[in-house]
């Protein structure tokens, strides 16, 4: 059975970033300001920076009774929840064979989720290999909640209701209105408040090295990683795939923690200049950083591509978080 992680008591975060408009096409446009003509997508969004969230102090998770993220024995894997905002958000939890405690890498997928892509689960793979913890965290989409037990069904199903503007007859059942259908997703600011506090509780993992996390963000998942990098120390590495620096924060970034960008020069959702004015960005203010477009590549690596940017990205983070040791043999 899937548990939530619990909260630990603790703080819950400022958002990381406002955002506002509606999410419903594309990652591509970013305006810097509201009716900005530089938008490169269907897509109408602003980022703007809030306040950054308080220290988060190492509290160990509570027990539970299931193999889920806060007691999975090396090389383990578990798809537990979190919670945040009063949702629960999907997690999955994969352990490397590594000495604790360890870097960890939260991985942030596109617009569109996790879909059927394998991508995020091999570069999981990859970065175990590394002795590096993965969270592949699902934070547009909240767990459904639960059920209604069967009574509460059937009670709602034959309430007695006076339909609005007509007579009731008595003792005469009629279904209740049906509510009006509400979005599946989250708001932006949600959705960054939420990975602000998955990271939170990824630290607070016995097994996790507080001090040595990383982000990797694909598309929409790219811009989250970096705006909150941008001014959350916490992030001590981003990898961005087919993403980019929102315009609206671009021009207060002061640091970046080591960075790599991926792109391809045919992407048509997020051109690769967004690409080359991050180059410029992270330039300017005298960042690590590293950048790696890929010729006839579009908004999603093909063949020899995809190997090597996903093999370039566990490299990475295996050495800007710093060397790990293996687990010791319990025999």
């Known amino acids: 059975m899937t548990r939530p ?37 269907p897509a109408q969004v602003q980022l703007a920076l809030a306040p950054a969230p308080p220290p988060v102090l190492p509290v160990k998770p509570r027990p539970v009774d299931a193999p889920v993220c806060g007691e999975l024995a090396a090389g383990q894997t578990a798809r537990s929840l979190i919670e945040s905002q009063g949702k629960r958000f999907r997690v999955e939890c ?27 689960a091999r570069l999981a793979e990859a970065l175990n290999e590394h002795g590096i913890h993965a969270f592949i965290f699902e934070y547009l989409t909240p ?41 599946p997703g989250v708001e932006s600011a949600a959705q960054a408040r939420a990975i602000s506090e998955a990271i939170a509780h990824v630290q607070a993992l016995d097994y996790v090295d507080r001090h040595r996390i990383g982000l990797f ?8 990683a970096l705006a909150l ?57 005298g960042a690590d950083y590293e950048i790696k477009i890929y010729k006839g590549q579009g908004h999603s690596f093909r063949g020899a591509a995809d190997a090597d940017s996903l ?21």
């Open 5 to 41: 992680f619990p909260s630990a008591g603790l703080a819950a975060p400022a958002a990381a970033l406002l955002l506002s408009g509606c999410i419903a096409g594309t990652m591509a446009g970013l305006p810097a300001t509201a009716g900005d003509s530089r938008a490169d997508g």
């Open 311 to 331: 093999a370039r990205s566990a490299d990475f983070f295996a050495r800007r978080l710093g060397p790990v040791r293996a687990a010791a043999d319990p025999g």
């Open 94 to 120: 994969r352990r490397a064979d590594a000495a604790q405690p360890a870097p960890a890498v939260v991985i942030l997928h596109g617009l569109h989720g996790i879909g059927r892509s394998t991508l995020y």
């Open 143 to 183: 767990e459904a909640p639960p059920a209604k037990p069967p009574a509460a069904k059937a009670a709602a199903k034959t309430a007695v209701v006076r339909p609005q503007g007509q007579a009731q007859a008595a003792g005469k059942t009629v279904a209740p209105p049906k509510p009006a259908p509400k979005s």
């Open 217 to 224: 963000g694909l598309s929409l998942g790219g811009f989250h």
């Open 229 to 285: 990098a941008a001014r959350d120390e916490r992030i001590a590495a981003v990898v961005n795939m087919f993403g980019a620096m929102p315009r609206a924060v671009a021009p207060e970034v002061a640091r970046m923690p080591p960075v790599l960008i991926l792109h391809g020069d045919r992407d048509a959702v997020v051109p690769v200049r967004r690409a080359h004015e991050l180059d410029k960005l992270l330039k300017r203010i």
